[in-house]
């Protein structure tokens, strides 16, 4: 299993350090000292899409993720209910800055998972991803919709 992460992380890196940043909305960027990723993306930018989420599905692909937007910056809270695979969770705020990572979320354990402080934006991954990727507090998302659709720093 640490040999399957440690492909991962050295194959996103460089994917994420060879693709343009062109922060389109079914993209993500994630950047830091520890390098960067892209990910493609699911966009979940209402209630019912939120409520749902990542439930029922078997699997996630290895690039792959769900981002949730959210209007304003606010106290999150997430749960695993009905989700079927491990998950990391990163809550982000209003500028794309890492809020905290809930790494390696139990299939369907409802104790919930609460950001330590405002987010707006949350980004699910693959549990052990974050982790093997070395993620740390300086992780920046990227995205079409951060800062009313402006580019933001990780874009070209």
């Known amino acids: 299993m640490k040999r399957y992460f440690a492909i991962v992380a050295s194959v996103v890196c460089c ?3 060879i693709a343009a940043a062109d922060c389109t909305e079914d993209h993500v960027h994630l950047s830091g000292a520890w390098g960067s990723a892209r990910f493609q993306v699911e966009v979940m930018d209402d209630a019912a899409e939120r409520a749902r989420g990542l439930m029922h ?3 996630l692909g290895k690039f792959s ?9 606010r106290p999150l809270s997430f749960w ?5 695979i491990g ?4 809550f982000f705020d209003g500028a794309g800055r890492l809020v905290n990572i809930r790494a390696d979320a139990i ?3 409802e104790t919930p998972l609460r950001s330590t402080g405002p987010a707006q934006y949350v980004l699910e991954i693959n549990a052990g991803l974050a982790a093997a990727l070395k ?3 300086d992780t920046v998302l990227s995205h079409a919709r951060l800062a009313g659709g402006e580019k933001t720093p990780g874009c070209v």
Do not use: C, Q
Not at 65 to 73: D, N, S, T
């Open 135 to 137: 993620m740390g507090p």
């Open 80 to 84: 695993m209910k009905n989700t079927l």
């Open 107 to 109: 299939p369907g354990d």
């Open 15 to 17: 994917i994420g350090s």
């Open 87 to 90: 998950l990391d969770i990163l």
């Open 65 to 73: 993720a769900m981002l949730f937007v959210y209007e304003r910056e």
């Open 57 to 59: 599905r078997p699997h």
